[in-house]
């Protein structure tokens, strides 16, 4: 029973969480390590792409709510989302068009590019807020819990309780559902194809006739529907905070470079260790310890490792880690 | 009718300034009109000034003098522009006392840097930080609000009666969570009971299920939330409520709001906090007052200032001196039992009996106590949150 106790207690503080934020870090670092494979820069402004197209959903979502249009126990976001997704295309391309190829006409150099992007970040930044505000937003509606501590523990008569809230499965599942798709676009189809070729060998693509407009087209594309998705998981399993968003690129990039960049697999694996070693290093294991551990061996302190405020720094370390001593990433991406 | 006593105000403070010099007496008001709580100053010194115009009116002051009021801007966050502030009401404007300032951080820049050097009187109807209670000051200050030690204290009362013994603490990480935060610890440790854990929250964060899975893992019959209910409080709340982690909750005065009710309803049952108030019949009048000349008498501190401007002059009356050096000492003795009880709006009766040798005891808006150095004892509404509302269960 309190091997049980124990596991549920860390379930519910450690693994659901996790597991959450996990795929929506995924999520987003696949956004960013597709810019950099096949656009060849480190995409700054990918947080606040994020925040778009969140920003987006959440507008067409009240909209909905107010017309009185909704999914029932689902939050009426996931119905929202699509048009969230057009919004956020729509933005990506009319920024390519405008500042990226220029750039790209001239082959400017990565640095330069990293730069401009960081000038998009700023823009957009300041665009979501002259929207929406740069206070929180709450949008989430439907069913708040598939399974509720109090209702786990009547079923189950264990002292723990374990939470599951909606927005923690609809993002799993999400994120498979989205993951499964890309992977299928990349490997299957011929416009994956010669993504991947271009990313490959830009020379060699455009000798065997790839046309370089569309890869880029259709990159930023799947780059928009990946940063929304990921923004409106993310917003909806938390809340929608124009800062937050910003904040967010670092957990992000650490993830895109953790698995290594430009490889897409690595994107995923990164976004999972970056979120469990951010929740398990900074948990308190009293509780858990408790339960397991034998009578009269129980810790007496709360066996934190680091205390919550230091949980942007561990994803720090993690990176310095990796780019001391591997520094192409676990999956073998591009270096940085 | 509002616009008639308006216009006795403006003449009686002109008259005021027109004999001025030896006919009347200045005092300061020193507030952030400009900067964080500028929305809370401009009716924080409309109470001051009300008490004033009532002496100046009354006539009794001293043998007759006038007073008149001198507004500086403390700016409640920049400590240099708060003194220069203050430097120029003394030196310049030779003002005989300082109702102010507001902010705790300005209040203290002040008070060390001014207030002291100067020999300078101040009443602080609003700086709560509990370290102000141990400034060195030479007996020149005061305030008319409570420490939040002293929230501290009623807290750990509160819980103890309610047999809530083990309790989980985290804080808005300032120096007003850290500050009421050590005090309750200090205060329920001392009265038997157990705090489990102490951790800072930061606001403004979208997610707070780190800082509650450790919270939980220290575990406890409560959670106190030393937060502010705009920020990060509701958020840890809610993280708490949806792990299970605990469903009680203890809410200083930060946290009580109307956005407590519309976010959590019915989910906070049982929950209790504290936040300053009184039942005392002053305050009612004082209302009144307000509303009659004009000020928003339910904004906050608002009585505080009042008091504070009235214990000022009370003093003066009662050391039949308008010098800081001769009454300062006299704060206490009109603002504490023994001798007759005032109320706002009788003020100019208070001087009479001063002027006649008698003894009072200010209770005015607030009803004041000072205890300790020169700080109020501060009353506070026990609430408990019952069907989604806030509900007042008592006074202490």
Redesign the interface.
Known sequence: MDVLNALVALSNFVLVPALAYGSQLALGALGVTLIYGILRFSNFAHGDTMAFGTMVTILVTWAMQAAGIGLGPLPTALLAMPFGILGCMALVLVTDHAVYRFYRVQKAKPVILVIVSIGVMFILNGLVRFVIGPDDQRFADGERFIISARTFKEMTGLEEGLAIRTTQGITVVTAVIVVALLFWFLNRTRTGKSMRAYSDNEDLALLSGINPDRVVMVTWLIVAALATVAGVLYGLDKSFKPFTYFQLLLPVFASAIVGGLGNPLGAIAGGFIIAFSEVTITYAWKKVLGYVMPEGLEPEGLVQLLSTDYKFAVSFVILLIVLLFRPTGLFRGKSV | MKKLLMATAVAALSAGAASADDHAVKLGIILGFTGPIESLTPHMAGGAELAMTEVTDSGALLGGKAVEPVRADSTCTDAGAASAAAERLITSEGVKGIMGADCSGVTGAILSNVAVPNGMVMISPSATSPALTTADDNGLFFRTAPSDARQGEVLATVLMERGIESVAVTYTNNDYGKGLADSFAAAFEAAGGSVT?T??H?D????Y??????L????GDALVVAGYVDQGGP?VIRAAL????FDLFVLPDGMIGAALEETFGSDIDGSVGTVPGTESEGADTMLEMATAAGIDGTSPYVGESYDAAALLMLAMQAAGSAEPGDYSAKILEVANAPGEQIFPGELGRALEILAGGGDIDYVGATDVELIGPGESAGSYREIVIDGGKITTAGYR
Do not use: I, L, N
Not at chain 2, 209 to 214: F, R, T
Not at chain 2, 216 to 219: I, K, T, Y
């Open positions: 854990t951790a800072a930061e403004g964060k979208a997610d299920s780190a800082e509650v899975g450790a939980a893992s220290a575990g958020g949806d792990t299970g982690a």
